[in-house]
């Protein structure tokens, strides 16, 4: 009797079990952001005086976008972006938290809806995103948490070490972070190589103060600028890192089914130690240099590689891709046929579904432009040409980027229904956000963020003087 009732329920079970196995299998999920990487600081983009061979690795074996895009010039408001697949302006969130804001708890983060997937879900770096504990990454849908909470290793206070965290518990603070998070990342796939997974690796890496262990810094003992010498060694930890997390794919026999996506949060600093390339303008603007960064994807079992794509992209496209890669249900985006983009209260996404593009099913996205707001600064890009207004006073200025990449020859003049057609543009998709929740004047543009920085500098080097009582 009792063989009976065996054979009985393999016949009933061997459908469902040939329907398993003729399911797809869902693929992991990886995230890699470096902090303030320039555009040109690394191989594929360019540098020459550091080399990034897991980074360029990605390229190799993927899809590289020249016109990738982030939607915040600073490292919160783009972060925004990444964990929501929406504008952070939906929101109101511009600019870097202050006090006890973050991230709006109303947003539904990429944590949520992929462990609403199935899938387990970490995250292993930076959050930048509130510090109560119900803005923590615990509370938005991660399983599990390794890391800081704030814009980096240097917002220590009186002293001490920035706060590190493993979930809500507070941990030492590791000899080098860059070093750390690879590791953690390590870790998390090994513990959960036999379900699929969602990480989040956000480097702190290679944001300031730029610090590497000393074998790295002498490795580039020959660069003369002491700053350049730095961040080279800060970035080559960094792609060491992200080599050792792509080697552990391969040896758990998972690097063929991870979807692997890898940006900078916004472009470099205008600094002599950071290269952005062609570009103008830096972090704190929305000049190319501020928002347009490196912008790679690799899913080995279902990207050619090798392939550079000059469609416009940004990384509010995470969100969706990912979903529709899980064979999850994509809500309604910017993208969709199903309904329009986002607005403030409203689930819906900004970012598009860039499988079709990937595979080479399509050479162009369902969507019309790309949007920036940054405060008083603002910009809209549709197809080559760009409106830009990088500052408070600054008129808004007209630029084709396929002919001028470096937005050095402003068309206003020349093309003044091109001016007012995307003014009208971007005041349609502006009258869908909220306005900024916390005022940073930062955002007046990098002339008046300058002169706030002298002017500091300048009262503090009078009140050392009436300290030692001495006069100028």
């Known amino acids: 009797m009792k063989t009976k009732l065996s054979i009985l329920t393999a016949l009933l079970l061997a459908p469902l079990a040939a329907l398993h196995a003729a399911a797809p299998q869902r693929p992991n999920i990886l995230v890699i952001v470096a902090d303030d990487m320039g555009y040109a600081d690394c191989g594929v983009q360019g540098c020459k005086d550091v080399a990034t061979p897991a980074i360029d690795s990605l390229a190799k074996n993927g899809v590289r976008f020249t016109n990738g895009y982030v939607s915040g010039c600073v490292c919160s408001p783009s972060r925004v972006g ?44 930076k959050w930048h995103l509130g510090e109560e504990k119900e803005q923590m990454p615990p509370a938005r849908g991660f399983d599990e948490f390794y890391g800081i ?35 953690e990342a390590e870790a998390f796939i090994e513990r959960h190589k036999s379900q699929p997974w969602y990480l989040y690796l956000p480097f702190t890496a290679v ?72 570009l103008r303008g830096g972090k704190w603007t929305v000049w190319e240099g501020g928002i347009r960064v490196p912008f790679m994807v690799q899913w080995k079992g279902r990207i050619a590689p090798g ?52 595979e080479g099913k399509t050479d162009k996205l369902q969507r019309d432009a790309l949007f920036w707001r940054f405060g008083v600064q603002f910009a809209v890009r549709q197809g080559d040409w760009k409106l830009t207004k990088a500052s408070r006073d600054m008129q808004p200025a007209l630029f084709n980027l396929a002919a001028d990449i470096g937005e050095k020859n402003d068309l206003a003049a020349q093309q003044p229904d091109k001016v007012k057609q995307l003014q009208a543009l971007w005041d349609s ?30 009262k503090g080097k009078k009140g050392k003087k009436r300290q030692t009582g001495t006069t100028s």
């Not at 916390?438 to 963020?449: A, I, S, T």
Request: one cysteine or more.
């Open 207 to 278: 944001h300031a103060p730029h610090v590497a262990p000393e074998s790295y810094v002498k490795k580039f003992a020959h660069i003369e600028d002491k700053g350049r010498r730095q961040l080279c060694a800060m970035i080559s930890v960094m792609d060491d890192r992200i080599g050792a997390v792509l080697a552990k794919l391969r040896a758990l026999k998972l690097e063929e089914n991870t979807l692997i996506f890898f940006i900078s949060d916004n472009g470099g600093p205008m600094s002599r130690a950071v290269h952005n390339g062609p």
């Open 149 to 183: 909470l704030p814009h980096g290793i240097a917002a220590e206070k009186k002293g001490s070490g920035v706060q590190v965290w493993r979930g809500y518990d507070k941990v030492e603070t590791p000899p080098d972070h860059t070093v750390k998070f690879g590791e």
């Open 307 to 358: 392939r550079v794509l000059d469609t416009p992209v940004i990384q509010l496209d995470f969100l969706p891709t990912a979903l529709a890669a899980a064979g999850f249900g994509v809500p309604p985006s910017g993208g969709s046929e199903t309904g329009g983009p986002a607005k403030a209260g409203t689930p819906n996404l900004d970012g598009v579904n860039l499988l079709p593009l990937l």
């Open 429 to 458: 998709w502006n009258a869908q956000n909220i306005p900024p929740r916390w005022d940073d004047q930062r955002w007046n543009g990098l002339e008046e963020k300058a002169a706030n920085k002298q002017e500091k500098k300048a």
């Open 82 to 125: 990444i964990v929501t697949g929406r504008y952070q302006q939906r929101t109101g969130h511009d600019a870097n938290p202050k006090a006890s804001f973050g991230l709006d708890l109303k947003e539904t983060t990429m944590a949520q809806r992929m462990k609403a997937a199935g899938y387990v879900t970490g995250m292993t770096g």
